[in-house]
């Protein structure tokens, strides 16, 4: 079992390089993007510009915003697994389904864009930017401290970050390029890394670096989550994730000859598709109190 | 026509909007006045756009260079930018030769020059950092433990005599963070423009070509010459920033674009380079090979290969179609793009 700790939000926080007022109102930065070629966009701007400015005055009088009885808390965990069994790092102890024997040093993962989906379809945008690593409990969890009320049955989120904060470094919080989950030559974030060793085929000890990324692999995943209900209380959503599930189901990824990837090169692209349509499977739900 | 004109008020429009902007102070909330730098652009040269997130000041641009010129960067304090970016070379290295770690491709690059950066969309040989804030980082890092040594940059510098304030006097708080150096950095290199060429003031008709020079205008241009422009556009910028294959090898070392798109396609390709300053950014393409522009001349006329990524200009240009009279010509006027006020501008010089 983990331990759990006391972790930070970041749900706006890496928001900060928009114009201060975007700030705070992300949701309505993102749909005024999609908006951008018409004289109706123009107009649409204008509208939304006010609505903006209207709501950030508000909120700068009134900074406790939250409606007592509209909403409860939800905080989101990972549990980051090797075989249904929890990551041990710097051991040998785990085999894939190539039959490779192999030890997990690093895990991280960048979980973006988390959406909770109601039973009648209708969204909450959690709009956070969050890498896990799982060596570091408190990094292994996303909190809602603002989640409407209502029974949701479905999550998605992003493995990865996406296009409109992926080219550029120039960011805080988990996209802060001093984590080093940004590829030094080229911007773009590395969405998945995994570093650590296992044995080759003639017994001897080799590297494995996988370093996962690019705007065409952001992966999305979707997945049933019971019924969870959010009635002005606390509650805690446990997800797993399984590294073979990563290099097993369904694709099967061999250690053997493909042991750095860096997601640079046109010879990883059949890599890096595997792992592309692995990830929708090596998330699952778990259970939620 | 209509649609000439809508253009034309909409660009009113934009620049009334960017004139208002300028007026503006920035107040990042700490009563402290930041003043607005305007650019200085030289006629021939577009509007350079300025990204809304990282407007320029002069204490912006003043922090920029001091960081440009300050081996603090680097992990082990012994390099800084301007190490391997001499303003003398055009802000490039005639020397350095530069390995790298894990994550990047194994092959040697040759530094940049680095001027009118603002008026490209993305940065390196093969366009991997796409935007100009980013790019700070890749040289600030030791490759192979990149994170460890970006947290002890800022830990020094937040540990510094000077540098608390001088952040919180460009960016308005005194606590160092990352994404601050990167755009100071960049707010610097914005400055550095280059348009006073020989070329330029021959446009503006302060200054006339030599014979030699006005036939070497020419050929540049000349489809069945030259045909430099296709790629190296005339004036301005001096460069279509594409990315294209020029025929360097016929199995490239360096997969280039190929290496950002993953895509067979891209392989071989790289940005093309702007010609101004030419003259003193030797040696010459992305991994430095050639050391004259009588090499480049001669690659160009027969020396290069027939990669299946061959740029369609070259792959139709007939070996051999100029002469040393030809070439010597075309030097001359890429010589005409050196920019001597630019190389010895004292506002980019070491603070």
Redesign the interface.
């Known amino acids: 079992m983990i331990t759990l700790k006391s972790c930070f939000t970041l749900t706006t926080g890496n928001l900060r390089?928009?114009?201060y007022f975007s700030e705070s109102i992300p949701h309505i930065y993102e749909s005024m993007k999609s908006y951008s070629a018409s004289a109706v966009s123009l107009l649409i701007y204008a509208v939304l510009f006010s609505i903006a400015f209207g709501s950030c005055k508000k909120k700068n009088e009134d900074p406790v915003p939250v409606n007592p009885g509209t909403s409860g808390k939800l905080t989101i965990f990972f549990r980051n697994l090797a075989g249904g069994q929890e990551i041990q790092f710097g051991q040998r102890l785990y085999t894939n389904a190539a039959g490779n024997n192999y030890q997990v040093d690093m895990l991280k993962y960048y979980v973006t864009n988390v959406v909770l989906i109601k039973d009648d379809s209708s969204e909450f945008k959690f709009n956070n930017y969050d890498l896990i690593n799982a060596k570091v409990d408190s990094t292994c969890r996303i909190y809602g401290n603002v989640v409407p009320n209502g029974t949701y049955n479905r999550i998605r989120f992003y493995l990865g970050v996406d296009p409109v904060r992926n080219?550029?470094?120039?960011?805080?919080g988990d996209l802060?390029?001093?984590?080093?989950m940004?590829?030094?030559?080229?911007?773009?974030y590395i969405f998945f890394k995994h570093e650590g060793d296992f044995m080759d085929s003639t017994g001897s000890i080799e590297p494995l670096?996988y370093?996962y990324g690019?705007d065409?692999v952001l992966a999305q995943i979707e997945l049933p989550i019971g019924a969870l209900r959010i009635d002005n209380n606390e509650k805690k959503l446990y997800l797993n994730f399984d590294l073979n599930s990563l290099y097993g189901s369904t694709h099967t990824v061999e250690f053997n000859g493909n042991n750095i990837r860096?997601?640079?090169?046109?010879d990883?692209?059949d890599w890096?598709t595997s792992l592309f349509e692995n990830f929708q499977n090596s998330f699952s739900y778990d259970r939620s109190e | 026509m209509r649609k000439l004109l809508l253009t034309a008020l909409l660009a009113g429009f934009v620049i009334i909007a960017c004139k208002k902007k300028e007026d503006d102070v920035i107040d990042p909330g700490d009563g402290h006045n930041h003043s607005h730098y305007i650019l200085d652009i030289p006629p021939g040269l577009p509007a350079m756009p300025i990204p809304a997130n990282n407007p320029m000041t002069e204490e912006g641009i003043a922090l920029g260079r001091k960081l440009f010129y300050d081996p603090i960067l680097s992990g082990d304090n012994t390099m800084a930018c301007a190490d391997c970016h001499k303003q003398h070379f055009g802000f490039s290295d005639s020397t350095i030769q530069f390995s790298i770690g894990i994550d990047r491709i194994p092959g040697d690059r040759n530094a940049m020059p680095l001027f009118n950066l603002g008026y490209a969309s993305n940065f390196f040989w093969d366009g991997g950092a796409a935007d100009l804030e980013s790019q700070v980082i890749g040289p600030i890092q030791n490759p192979v433990e990149m994170h460890e040594d970006l947290a002890n940059v800022i830990q020094e510098l937040n540990a510094h005599p000077e540098y608390p304030e001088l952040f919180r006097k460009a960016f308005g708080s005194s606590t160092v963070t990352t994404p601050m150096i990167m755009k100071a950095i960049a707010q610097f290199e914005r400055t550095m423009v280059s348009g006073d060429s020989k070329f330029d003031r021959v446009r503006r008709g302060l200054d006339s070509f030599t014979a030699q020079e006005q036939r070497g205008m020419d050929l540049y241009a000349d489809p069945f010459k030259g045909d430099c422009v296709h790629c190296h556009t005339m004036g301005s910028t001096f460069t279509d920033f594409e990315f294209r294959n020029t025929g360097l090898d016929s199995i490239a070392a360096d997969s280039g674009r190929a290496r950002i798109t993953l895509l067979a396609s891209d392989i071989g390709k790289f940005k093309t380079p702007s010609l101004r300053n030419i003259e003193v950014t030797a040696p010459y393409m992305h991994d430095g090979r050639f050391f004259t522009l009588q090499e480049v001349m001669d690659h160009y006329n027969t020396g290069f290969h027939y990669p299946q990524n061959l740029d369609a200009n070259l792959r139709t240009s007939v070996k051999g179609r100029m002469t040393q009279q030809d070439m010597d010509d075309i030097i001359a006027f890429l010589k005409t793009l050196t920019d001597y006020n630019f190389l010895t501008n004292p506002a980019f010089a070491k603070p």
């Open positions: 390089f928009f114009s080219h550029t470094g120039a960011q805080d802060d390029p001093v984590h080093g940004i590829w030094t030559w080229n911007t773009g670096l370093h690019t065409p860096q997601s640079s090169s046109v990883d692209r890096l």
